[in-house]
């Protein structure tokens, strides 16, 4: 049996060479998934886990389609595993300890997406015989992250997914995430079953949507009876996986349809804030790229918010659960962002601000939070929004569907940086990033990599496995290296420690004269030592994303290294809520590979707090200089995001420790990953701006009756929810007295260790 171990100081940068080179802005294929990449997040330094929703994947364990995997960073492969619930659509987030929680989903369905062969009262999929998921509409999955140091034929090392042991009190579909301070987990809202947005048209009952919308929230662990969120009604329709952000004060920024609030997760309460200009939304499914900037000392880590892309598509275009009302894949995705610091330090009102447009329109873009402090947008299309259908109120049948079920076109293969500290004007760039041959629309993902490389996966806007589609599933991962992937010698510090305090003292890491070149002080003076945390990430989204820079002064020695003096995380747990974090040192814009380290106590609970670090004053010497190779890589010349490029990179590390402080004993008894199998190859995307032909798009599909359902078949019906009407089926296309938006007018129990063996009843 696996046993608990503590946390490990892994120093990865200083325990072996880098071995092979990168191309700086090149995207590579980086291995198969076997499952499409729906939901990632980053276990530990060796280990990505990724989730898809139930579907007919190739890949078998235990006699049935796999959704779910583990990515390994070293080699590229994957292993499957086994999950028990259909994760479709879930939310997700990190625990104090280092642990990650998923929640929600949709009920059980099988082959085409029909509802599992074993209903519940409510009509919907409780179980399906061929696909073996049973409903995850409630369902809170947790997973310890292992390295190969573990034994993963331990249960230790599998998800536990038993929703008669823990679960939510309300079903959730597309709900939104959020830690708290004290590292309890918010969710919020959400589908109760499924559909294309959350509202009925004529749209009645804006609250329940007669027993398939969720408007409460609950916690995890739980603080008692899930309650009503006014703006969850007020912005009805469009609040699906609606962007969450915790403030400094405590309150959090939430954000869904064009309406914006500061909501007291203690009092309930709510406090408008302005709307979004342009009535552009960028919530699901109009999926606009959305990130946190970067929390440093300069901006007294002040919490800002920049939004970017999604759509204004109107009101009446949106249509309701069954489909768009519009043909989606015509309409321009927006480029526009602005940036809202919701808490300014000098107690003005907030307000948003127009920032610079982004290269092109996009939706589903994705905000990466790199350590260079700038902001990379990947993935996305230049028209449509996420989701798929069938069927749109101007395209009835669905051999005119013109992208298969895609309500997206024109997917954008070239990612861009984003330079918060850039003027305004000069903060968007893509001159010498690689451009990827696959489509990435809807269900696609990104995640930061411990050697700052990125992770790009998924993507399949199908409502089962279609290989054969003009955007199919797919399996096929690639990473992008950013510019900084330039660098001929990358830094290694040592002493980089494991576990990170509120305030405290201060603890020193050494960067050795081989990790730089030239003056000491000049690059003692330009490094910086941060935190970052890549989330959970779906949709789109990194819930939980954030990036901060911890306060440091050195002291350069005399034989080219200095000491970094680094102040431990500043004393106020609802900037960077606890959980892990990868700490790097950056020399010259140039980042060190990343150690994994574990912020605040590791339990659900208050977090002590002491005054902010004092550091000792920086020390220079003028003689020192480094050490570090000066040769140049030519494959780029794009430096213009990541402060001094000095030249060509050395690639990947073994990677050492082990991620400890996991929970106690498991309580049940898991399967363990077998059979992996070799799904198709990704679909070949061209590099031309206007997006895929679309000749033969449908009949591409090679789907028969069964599979190839309405979007508004019985798949799609919501659970009946603390109501009794099943007003949902009112819905029709001709939109009549669509709901507005009221603010501005848009036309589970305190023992949440599952592993735990006294855990016995449920979260509610």
Same mark, same amino acid.
């Given at each position: ?115 599992? #062969? ?87 009952d804006p609250e329940y949507e007669g027993g398939a919308a969720e408007p409460t929230y609950e916690f995890y662990p739980s603080r008692g009876p899930a309650t009503v969120m006014q703006f969850m009604i007020t912005t009805s329709g469009l609040n699906s996986y609606a962007h969450t952000y915790l403030m400094p004060s ?92 919701p808490e300014p330090q000098d107690g003005s009102v907030p307000v948003y601000v127009q920032d610079d447009n982004m290269l092109e329109g996009r939706t589903m873009g994705q905000f990466i939070a790199l350590p260079d402090g700038t902001m990379l947008v990947i993935n996305g299309g230049l028209n449509g929004t996420a ?144 935190? #970052? ?93 480094? #050490? ?7 494959? #780029? ?128």
């Open positions: 049996m696996f046993s608990s171990l503590p946390w490990l100081a892994l120093g990865l940068a200083a325990t072996s060479e880098l071995a092979s080179a990168q191309q700086p802005g090149s995207i590579v294929q980086a291995g198969n998934t076997q499952v499409s990449a729906m939901m990632m997040f980053l276990g530990n330094e060796e280990k990505v886990y990724i989730l898809d929703k139930t579907e007919g994947n190739a890949a078998q364990i235990n006699g049935h389609p796999a959704w779910g995997a583990v990515w390994d960073f070293n080699t590229h492969q994957s292993q499957l595993m086994s999950v028990l619930t259909n994760t479709f659509c879930a939310s997700g987030m990190h625990l104090p300890n280092g642990s990650y929680a998923t929640f929600g989903g949709n009920g059980a369905i099988g082959p085409g997406g029909n509802i599992g #062969s074993v209903k519940n009262s409510a009509g919907s999929g409780a179980y399906d015989a061929t696909y073996q998921d049973y409903d995850g509409t409630k369902a809170i999955r947790i997973l310890n992250p292992c390295t190969d140091a573990d034994d993963w034929s331990s249960p230790q090392c599998q998800w536990f997914d038993d929703v008669s042991v823990l679960s939510m009190q309300k079903q959730r579909w597309y709900s939104a995430a959020e830690a708290l301070g004290d590292g309890t987990i918010a969710m919020i809202g959400g589908f109760v079953n499924g559909g294309y947005i959350n509202r009925n048209t004529p749209n009645t405590g309150n959090m920024l939430i954000q869904a349809n064009i309406s914006t609030i500061l909501w007291n997760p203690d009092t309930n309460n709510e406090t408008p804030l302005p709307p979004m200009p342009g009535n552009v939304a960028r919530v699901y499914p109009a999926s606009g790229a959305v990130a946190m900037l970067p929390l440093t000392p300069a901006n007294n880590w002040t919490p800002t918010v920049l939004f970017c892309g999604g759509t204004d598509m109107p009101d009446e275009y949106w249509g309701n659960y069954s489909f768009p009302n519009y043909n989606t894949w015509t309409y321009p995705a927006s480029p526009d962002c602005q940036r809202l610091t989701g798929y259908a069938q069927a749109t109120g101007q395209t009835p049948s669905f051999d005119l569907m013109p992208y298969g079920e895609s309500l997206a076109a024109g997917p954008v293969g070239t990612p861009a940086i984003y330079n918060p500290n850039m003027p305004s004007g000069s903060r968007w760039s893509n001159a010498g990033l690689g451009t990827s041959s696959i489509a990435r629309l809807y269900h696609s993902s990104a995640m930061l990599l411990p050697d700052a490389s990125v992770l790009i996966a998924g993507s399949n806007p199908n409502i089962d496995v279609n290989l054969s589609t003009i955007y199919p599933t797919t399996y096929t991962a690639e990473i992008f290296y950013p510019p900084y992937f330039s660098a001929a010698v990358r830094p290694k510090p040592t002493g980089m420690p494991s576990t990170l305090s509120y305030g405290g003292q201060y603890f020193d890491i050494t960067v050795p004269a081989s990790s730089y070149t030239g003056s000491a002080n000049a690059a003692a003076a330009n490094t910086t030592v941060v935190l #970052s945390r890549g989330g959970f990430t779906t949709h789109a989204m990194n819930m939980g994303q954030r990036h901060l820079q911890l306060n440091n002064t050195y002291t350069v020695n005399s034989d080219g290294s200095y000491i970094l003096h680094v102040a431990q995380v500043p004393p106020n747990a609802n900037i960077l809520t606890p959980g892990p974090c990868l700490m790097f040192v950056v020399v010259n814009g140039i980042p060190s590979n990343g150690t994994m380290t574990i912020v605040g106590t590791g339990q659900v609970e208050t977090q002590p707090t002491s005054a902010a670090s004092v550091l000792p004053p920086s020390v220079q010497n003028s003689a020192a200089q480094g #050490s570090g190779s000066s040769q140049s890589n030519s494959g #780029s010349s794009s430096g213009s995001h990541t402060g001094t490029i000095i030249a060509a990179v050395v690639g990947a590390i073994a990677v050492i420790g082990i991620l400890g402080a996991l929970f106690g004993i498991f309580a049940a008894r898991r399967r363990r990953a077998a059979n992996r199998q070799n799904p198709a190859a990704a679909y070949a995307m061209g590099t031309t701006r206007g997006g895929f032909s679309v000749g033969g798009a449908a009949t591409a599909m090679g789907m028969d009756d069964d599979r190839a359902r309405h979007s508004n078949s019985s798949a799609f019906v919501p659970l009946q929810q603390d109501n009794s009407s099943m007003a949902w089926n009112a819905s029709n296309v001709s939109l009549q007295s669509p709901y507005k938006d009221e603010y501005y007018g848009r036309p589970s129990g305190a023992d949440y260790d599952p592993y735990h063996a006294d855990v016995v009843g449920r979260s509610s």
